[in-house]
């Protein structure tokens, strides 16, 4: 009885096999409660002036692309920018954030994979989102915070991300988490031609999506993953139509499973499709 209830205790997110950086809504109440949290509201400004989380400070994922700054690095995150917004947010690097959307994930694990992205250690996604927040009654606010300027210092963690020229020759399993539709070429998402990365493995981004926009539990995702041929030993790179959404969903989803090398190309289809040198598959 005493080990029952000690594994009652223990919180969700103690279950994935690999480090957790999700939290559920009722833990994030708690949290709040205490005043532990910066909570980041991923979603554009007009939803968020709608209705957002009490305490929530808007950061729209889209905001943190840098078409200029990828010309130049080949990344679309650009550490810099990032870290600006987040002082004017007051956010410094010890914040203890938790990022959530309104919609399906994907803006949430885009903030997420940038923050992450540029050294801050202490970011968590909030698991179901607003959706679940608001399903089950929980107070939402239309009250704007006005916080003082932080300070940030940005470190790029260039290992999570692969660019262009890099790519070209990894031996990565690339994995398209777009739609069949954007996969086979049938529909180019505004990029320059339709199709795909030569030798990449579709798999679309939602069959790891479960109930009001949360992950699916560990063992259906390995499952959907493992049929699909995307095992553990494998080294992996996501990519989806812009490099931010589908991507970093399909990223933070094999994270939370423990696979230990795994990548994201953030320029994705619309930058390897703008080079009609490049090779590509329909």
């Known amino acids: ?105 994907k803006g949430a694990s885009a903030v997420w994979y940038i923050l992450s992205f540029i050294g801050h250690d202490k970011v968590r996604i909030l698991d179901g989102g607003f959706r679940k927040w608001l399903k089950e009654g929980r107070v939402v606010t239309q009250a704007v915070p006005h916080p003082a300027k932080a300070t940030y210092v940005p470190q790029s963690r260039a290992d999570w991300a692969v660019k262009t020229q890099e790519l070209a020759t990894s031996p990565a399993l690339r994995v398209d988490a777009r739609s069949i539709a954007e996969f086979s070429g049938k529909e180019n998402g505004g990029a320059r031609q339709g199709g795909h990365l030569p030798g990449a493995k579709s798999f679309v981004w939602n069959q790891l999506s479960g109930d009001l926009a949360t992950f699916k539990d560990e063992a259906a995702m390995r499952k959907a993953l493992t049929q699909a041929g995307l095992t553990p030993d494998k080294e992996i790179v996501t990519y989806c139509n812009g490099g931010l959404g589908r ?31 490049r090779p590509i598959e329909r």
């Open 1 to 105: 009885m005493r080990v029952l209830v000690l594994l009652m205790l223990l919180p969700w997110s103690a279950a994935w096999a690999g480090s957790s950086f999700l939290i559920s809504t009722g833990e994030l109440a708690a949290e709040l409660a205490q005043g532990r949290v910066k909570l980041v509201d991923a979603e554009h400004a007009d939803n968020y002036t709608r209705a957002h989380l009490p305490g929530a400070l808007n950061l729209p994922y889209l905001e943190l692309e840098d078409s200029e700054e990828n010309a130049k690095t080949g990344l679309p995150i650009f550490p810099r920018l990032a870290a600006s917004k987040l002082e004017s947010l007051g956010i410094a690097r010890d914040s203890d954030v938790v990022v959530y959307d309104a919609g399906d994930g």
């Open 247 to 277: 991507s970093t969903y399909l990223y933070a989803a094999l994270k939370l499973l423990g696979y230990p090398k795994v990548k994201v190309y953030p320029g994705s289809w619309i930058e390897w499709a703008a080079d009609p040198a």
